[in-house]
C-alpha cells in the first residue's frame, strides 16, 4: 500500500499551500490519517490527524488555527489546508494512515502505511 502525498511548494511567508494525500486499492476513511514533517536535521513531528469519522482532529500546538485537516470521502483523499506559513514550516511532509480509526499517539510506530514526502519550503 502506498499513499501519495502532492500539493508542496515555495511560497513565501503568509502565504498558503494545500496537500493531498490519496491512495488507490487502498481507502483512507477506514483510517486514522496523519501528517508528519521533518526539517533539515530535525526530528520527524507529527503535525495533524483526522479520525475516521472526520469530525475529531489533532493539531500540534504549532499549527493551531493555521492549518485545518479534513477528508472528502468521495476522492478518498485527505487534505491539509495550510495558512499563514512560515519559514518555521519549511520541511519534507509526509502522509501516513494508521490501522487504528481513532488518532493514536503522535508516533511514527502507529502508523503502517507512509506516502513519500513533498516537500515544502518557505521563504522569508
Known amino acids: 500500500v502506498q499513499l501519495q502525498a502532492s500539493g508542496g511548494g515555495l511560497v513565501q511567508a503568509g502565504g498558503s499551500l494545500r496537500l493531498s494525500c490519496a491512495a488507490s486499492?487502498?481507502?483512507?476513511?477506514?483510517?486514522?490519517i496523519a501528517w508528519f514533517r521533518q526539517a533539515p536535521e530535525k526530528e520527524r513531528e507529527g503535525v495533524a490527524c483526522?479520525?475516521?469519522?472526520?469530525?475529531?482532529?489533532l493539531y500540534t500546538d504549532s499549527v493551531k488555527g493555521r492549518f485545518t485537516l479534513y477528508r472528502d470521502n468521495s476522492r478518498n483523499a485527505v487534505y491539509l489546508q495550510m495558512n499563514s506559513l512560515g519559514p518555521e514550516d519549511t520541511a519534507v511532509y509526509y502522509c501516513?494512515?494508521?490501522?487504528?480509526?481513532?488518532?493514536?499517539?503522535?508516533?511514527?510506530?502507529?502508523?503502517?502505511?507512509w506516502g513519500k514526502g513533498t516537500q515544502v519550503t518557505v521563504s522569508s
Open positions: 486499492e487502498f481507502r483512507l476513511d477506514s483510517h486514522a
Open positions: 483526522i479520525y475516521t469519522g472526520g469530525g475529531n482532529r
Open positions: 501516513a494512515a494508521s490501522q487504528y480509526s481513532d488518532c493514536p499517539p503522535s508516533s511514527e510506530s502507529f502508523y503502517d502505511y
